[in-house]
Nanobody
Framework: QVQLVESGGGSVQAGGSLRLSCAAS????????MGWFRRAPGLEREAVAT???????YYSDSVKERFTLSQDNAKTMVYLQMENLKPEDTGMYYC?????????????????WGQGTQVTISS
């Protein structure tokens, strides 16, 4: 089992920045994918960004150029630096890990999920 714990959510005004962190523990392994999903109120959960070690990183079109996903050398932490935040970025952000090769990156089954951290952007 792998445990994922998110931190760093909060409330900021549009145009502001936030940095989310996700710590993985337990039976992690070096090439385990890690990344973020979000669920906005009333909408389906969507993939935000995912990294496939060592460095293949994918972003949704809605966050490309504004969000940056990075990982520590131990491959047990991922960070989502979010810039120029917009009200539509509001939602619960979930860390997810261990991708199954059953589709494109944004649709692959993730075996492990965190509890989520709330991000609220006011206009």
């Amino acid at each position: 089992q792998v445990q994922l714990v998110e931190s760093g959510g909060g409330s900021v005004q549009a145009g502001g920045s936030l940095r989310l962190s996700c710590a993985a523990s337990g039976r992690t392994y070096p090439n385990m994918c890690m990344g973020w999903f979000r669920r906005a109120p009333g909408l389906e959960r969507e993939a935000v960004a995912t990294i496939y070690p060592p460095s293949d990183t994918y972003y949704s079109d809605s966050v490309k150029e504004r969000f940056t996903l990075s990982q520590d050398n131990a491959k047990t932490m991922v960070y989502l630096q979010m810039e120029n935040l917009k009200p539509e970025d509001t939602g619960m952000y979930y860390c997810a890990a261990d991708c199954r090769a059953d589709g494109p990156w944004y649709q692959q089954t993730r075996r492990y999920w965190g509890q989520g951290t709330q991000v609220t952007i006011s206009s």
